[in-house]
């Protein structure tokens, strides 16, 4: 079994869990379940930099990364730095998240908020709406192609825009459906935890240009991003490289500045 696997496996139970205590009319009742969403998609077409920034504590592969910081302190500073919009890591077992995370950004800024999670079922969108999220994250290795129709369709009945995750060309092709926003591509892969920018190069021709095209996972250097839109990224999901700082805002600020200058 890969990591993912197991991420996957965890989370069908703790989903389980959930419906028990929290029922799907608890979370339709919250607060911001009826606000309009903030359009990552278009931030990302409309702007040259293209950069969400992560607030992520941990991971499978790198272990602890950073605890020094508030999630009021880092989505702040990434949205100050010039950030298109944020991702906010929402597991708890594996990346140290929760939704709590979710709704502290969403009262701390104004830009798309993504929930980074492993979505399953209908009942983790309702959660994103109802915590604040403006997008959400389908990865196709853990889904069936009517499984991302499916909670695709659901996400936009709801206002929220769709970013897919894809590692490989056959993730895309069985992937690819009007009910998307966004197509991202994870550099790192699910096997190996290698980390190669050749994946986004390799599929970008792939992509149909109707959806906005992002690169994910590796991203570190300015020459990086600058080469990835050549081929066509207006996204770049960058994490680690400002979360392992002593201050991910200002590392964002200064990577950003540096881009557009």
């Known amino acids: 079994m890969t990591i993912l696997d197991h991420i996957i496996t965890d989370k069908k139970r703790e989903v389980q869990l959930k419906k028990?205590?929290?029922?799907?009319?608890?979370?339709?009742?919250?607060?911001?379940?009826?606000?309009?969403?903030?359009?990552?998609?278009?931030?990302?077409?409309?702007?040259?930099?293209?950069i969400i920034a992560e607030h992520k504590r941990r991971s499978p592969s790198k272990q602890v990364i950073s605890h020094a910081f508030s999630v009021e302190?880092?989505?702040?500073?990434?949205?100050?730095?010039g950030a298109s919009g944020i991702s906010v890591l929402t597991d708890g077992k594996y990346f140290g998240g929760s939704l709590d995370d979710?709704?502290?950004?969403?009262?701390?800024?104004?830009?798309?908020l993504l929930r980074k999670e492993f979505i399953i079922d209908d009942y983790q969108i309702l959660e994103a709406k109802a915590y604040g999220a403006d997008v959400i994250l389908?990865?196709?290795?853990?889904?069936?192609?009517?499984?991302?129709?499916?909670?695709?369709?659901?996400?936009?009945?709801?206002?929220?825009?769709?970013?897919?995750?894809?590692?490989n060309r056959e993730e895309l092709?069985?992937?690819?459906?009007?009910?998307l926003d966004m197509v991202g591509v994870n550099n790192r892969s699910l096997k190996t935890f290698q980390v190669s920018l050749d994946t986004s190069k390799v599929l970008a021709s792939?992509?149909?240009?109707?959806?906005?095209?992002?690169?994910?996972?590796?991203?570190?250097?300015i020459g990086a991003i600058?080469?990835?839109?050549?081929?066509?990224?207006?996204?770049?999901?960058?994490?680690?490289?400002?979360?392992?700082?002593?201050?991910?805002?200002?590392s964002a600020s200064k990577f950003i500045n540096v881009l557009i200058s």
């Open 20 to 50: 028990q205590l929290i029922p799907v009319s608890q979370l339709e009742s919250s607060v911001l379940f009826g606000e309009r969403t903030h359009s990552l998609s278009k931030n990302l077409r409309n702007n040259p930099i293209g």
């Open 102 to 112: 979710l709704l502290l950004a969403k009262a701390s800024v104004n830009i798309p």
């Open 206 to 221: 792939y992509i149909p240009d109707e959806f906005v095209k992002v690169s994910e996972s590796g991203i570190s250097s």
């Open 173 to 179: 092709e069985k992937s690819i459906m009007p009910s």
């Open 138 to 167: 389908l990865i196709a290795a853990c889904l069936t192609r009517n499984e991302i129709k499916h909670l695709s369709e659901f996400a936009q009945s709801l206002g929220l825009e769709v970013l897919l995750e894809v590692h």
């Open 73 to 81: 302190e880092v989505v702040t500073g990434y949205q100050n730095a």
């Open 226 to 250: 600058v080469e990835l839109q050549q081929f066509g990224y207006q996204g770049f999901l960058i994490g680690e490289h400002f979360m392992k700082t002593d201050n991910p805002g200002a």
